[in-house]
């Protein structure tokens, strides 16, 4: 079991950056791959970033890709968001997930989240 708290989200303007974060409780932080999604309003929830478990490895949606960084400190519990260029189609909330495996066709197990923390883009 683990459980898992983001924070740092808020409101700003288009073009700012914002960093939110992850923090996990629980069981080994660093035996999990870890990933952010994000909803907005009458929207499905969608993938946005993943970074495995030692921290490696990093994957992208196409919607984020160089602009929003994700990365984690094993030692501190904790999965960052850092989100560059911020557009108003960024505006959700972002969601963090712990996965503890993989199945045999490369799906991540998604087994735990967070509450949320909203981010909002002012245009």
């Known amino acids: 079991q683990v459980q898992l708290i983001e924070s740092g989200g808020g409101l700003v303007q288009t073009g700012d950056s914002l960093r939110v974060s992850c923090a996990a409780s629980?069981?080994?932080?660093?035996?999990?791959?870890m990933g952010w999604f994000r909803q907005a309003p009458g929207k499905e929830r969608e993938f946005v970033a993943r970074?495995?478990?030692?921290?490696?490895?990093?994957y992208y949606a196409d919607s984020v890709k160089g602009r929003f960084t994700i990365s984690r400190d094993n030692g501190k519990n904790t999965v960052y968001l850092q989100m560059n260029g911020l557009k108003p189609e960024d505006t959700a909330i972002y969601y963090c997930?712990?996965?503890?495996?993989?199945?045999?066709?490369?799906?991540?197990?998604?087994?735990?989240w967070g509450q949320g923390t909203q981010v909002t883009v002012a245009s």
């Open positions: 997930a712990a996965s503890s495996y993989r199945t045999s066709s490369g799906r991540y197990s998604d087994d735990y």
């Open positions: 629980g069981r080994a932080f660093s035996s999990y791959a």
């Open positions: 970074i495995s478990r030692s921290g490696t490895s990093t």
